[in-house]
Every structure is written in C-alpha cells, then in structure tokens.
C-alpha cells in the first residue's frame, strides 16, 4: 500500500491493482494502475473539484459522490455512484460504508483485502474560539455520537483534520479518535498548507502501537509498505 498526500484533504491510496483516491481537488501524480475509484465526500471546494473528472482520460476511473454533490451536465457520467449516510456498498475491489459529517457530506469507511481505511471527511470537532458555549457544547455532542458508531470497527489508517483555524482546539478531534478508534496509522489533513502546524503531531501522539505520520509538502508519497 502506497499513500500520497495531495493537497489539504486529499489523498491517493495505491495497492497492487487499483487506487482509491480521496476529495481530489488538485491533478495527482501518475499512478502506476489502471483502475482508480475516486470519492468526494461532499461539495465544498476544498474537497471537491471538476478536477477529477479529467482522471478518466488516463485511467478507468469509478467517481463515488456524496449525495450533497450536484453535477452540471458536462460534469455527468455513467461511471458515477452517488452514496449516502448511513449506507453500505460493495465494489469490485472493496466495501464501503458510509458514516455522517459534524459538517456538509459523509465520512468514509473502506475495506480492501488488505487493510480498512477511514477518511473523515469534514467530521470533525470543530470547536470554534469565538462560538458560544452552547454551540460548542452540542458540536462535542454531535461529534461523539459519531464515533460511537465507530466503536468495534479496524481501522489501519485514519484520515483526520488537525485545522490550526481552531487554534488550541485544532487536535480535539484527532485526540478523541485516537483515545476512541484505536487507529494504526493516523495522517493529519484539513491543515490548509500550514505544514508547521503539524510537525509536532508525531511526536505528541505517536506510540509503539500508533504511528503519525509526517506530511511536508504537496504530493508527496508519505507511506509505502
């Protein structure tokens, strides 16, 4: 398994005879398969580009949407699946599950036969400094159920935000999934090119059994295994 970082939430996850690439809004590096699925877990612009559809000149590309996404008619192709919360689906080469937002959209939980994946999406705790008590309060509510329905569930490697727009609160988030998920593997996202911001990830969080990765810059391959 090979992992590119892209550009701030977006990832390509390479195994032997496919990818599955994640909230693409940037043209990722050439991939040595032919076959890629790429989803988008909702309609912002920072997750979400007319970029991907250009992948189907190159590749045989499978596009999965969130159900919040609405395509312009040039945009539309037969080889698109729109998936919703709360919902499960089998492809070729994985199963998918579909989990909520604390945002617009869903997260994603992937399950090739070599490893389980969860790319959050914008599920996050977004605990905002200059939010009342009362909102905040109910986003940690909000969040927390939605872990919950994590609970029992392998998860190898977590896709989480680490956004340093929430200043002290900006690992609230990555710290309750950690505490909760127990994943393997953890790579920051959602940190709006601000590379320092995570540099101290790793060490923070990184045990024998957890391991943070680094990210330093655009399409860089931060895992291969």
């Given amino acids: 398994m090979k992992i590119t970082y892209l550009q701030h939430s977006g990832f390509a996850v390479e195994f032997d005879n496919f990818a599955v690439l994640f909230d693409v809004i940037s043209t990722p590096p050439q991939m040595d398969v032919k076959k890629i699925y ?6 912002h612009g920072d997750h ?4 991907i559809f250009s992948l189907s000149n190159h590749y045989d590309a499978t596009f999965i949407l969130s159900d ?3 395509l312009t008619a040039t945009q539309k192709t037969d ?3 729109f998936v919703s919360e709360n ?3 089998d492809f070729e080469d994985f199963q998918l599950r579909v ?7 869903v997260s994603f939980y992937v399950e090739t036969k070599e490893t389980t994946l969860f790319h959050s999406g914008d599920l996050n705790w977004w605990h905002w400094y200059d939010d009342t008590d009362e909102n905040n309060r109910a986003m940690e509510e ?4 939605y872990i919950a329905q994590l609970s029992g569930l392998s998860i190898y490697a977590a896709f989480l935000p680490v956004d340093s727009r929430l200043q002290n609160a900006y690992d609230y988030g990555l710290r309750y999934f950690i505490d909760n998920v127990h994943p393997n593997i953890v790579i920051p996202m959602h940190f709006w090119n601000d590379f320092a911001s995570i540099k101290k990830l790793p060490a923070q969080f990184g045990t024998d059994n957890l391991k ?5 810059h655009d399409n860089e391959v931060i895992y291969n295994s």
């Fill in 38 to 43: 790429v989803l988008a877990s909702h309609s």
């Fill in 48 to 51: 979400f580009s007319d970029t």
């Fill in 212 to 216: 943070v990765l680094s990210i330093h």
């Fill in 142 to 145: 909000q969040y927390k159920k």
């Fill in 68 to 70: 919040d996404i609405e």
């Fill in 87 to 89: 919902n499960n689906y």
């Fill in 79 to 81: 080889q698109v699946f």
């Fill in 99 to 105: 989990f909520g937002s604390t945002d617009l959209g």
